[in-house]
């Protein structure tokens, strides 16, 4: 099989694969139809990769793989939006490339496939310190915007001390819906 051929059935892969992380909200049955898809994609780049010889065959496995891994992460992502899904991309994204990296490694002998393993190990290392670098930003921006939120709320509150009774309780309850406390 020609490289080309076998950039086209990767690309096709990999563009099935894309439709599938585009979704915003979904219900059970179209997340439960879409992993489905996404493993029978998998099985057909599977069997794309049966004629190959060699380590190319190993590549291309590895790229297989690593597609339905991450579009399994990203499916999950799509099905429950949460900063843990997104890490989860990001983590599986890092160990397909790596995973396909090592296995393209495999082409070399001596101190340049050293080389090689060393330069894949970084870029996973990289790409899983992105993935916590990012997590840690979600958790630390959503604790500054809660700090900012109850440091306006007491702000609005200290104003509503300086007005007289039914207009101080309407003053509060305005600034409560304002700032979501209850």
């Known amino acids: ?21 585009v979704a915003d909200t979904m219900s059970k049955s ?21 004629p190959l010889k060699a380590n190319a065959k190993d590549i291309c496995m590895a790229e297989a793989k690593g597609k339905e891994k991450v579009a399994l992460a990203e499916l999950s992502a799509s099905y429950k939006p949460t900063s843990k899904s997104r890490y989860d991309v990001r983590m599986a994204k890092a160990e397909a490339d790596y995973s396909v990296a090592r296995e393209k490694c495999d082409d070399q002998e001596g101190n340049s496939k050293d080389v090689c393993v060393k330069e894949a190990k970084a870029a996973r290392v990289a790409g899983e310190a992105d993935a916590k670098a990012q ?37 509060i309850s305005d600034a409560k819906a304002r700032f979501g406390k209850s």
Do not use: P, W
């Open 1 to 21: 099989m020609s490289r080309t051929t076998l950039t086209a059935i990767a690309a096709s892969v990999g563009v099935a694969f894309a439709a599938y992380a």
């Open 30 to 50: 179209q997340y439960k139809s879409s992993k489905e898809s996404i493993h029978s994609e998998y099985k057909s780049a599977e069997d794309g990769c049966e």
């Open 135 to 171: 997590m840690k930003t979600v958790a630390a921006k959503h604790t500054a915007s809660a700090d900012k939120r109850d440091a306006n709320y007491a702000v609005a509150k200290e104003k509503c001390d300086a007005l007289e009774s039914a207009a101080k309780d309407s003053c």
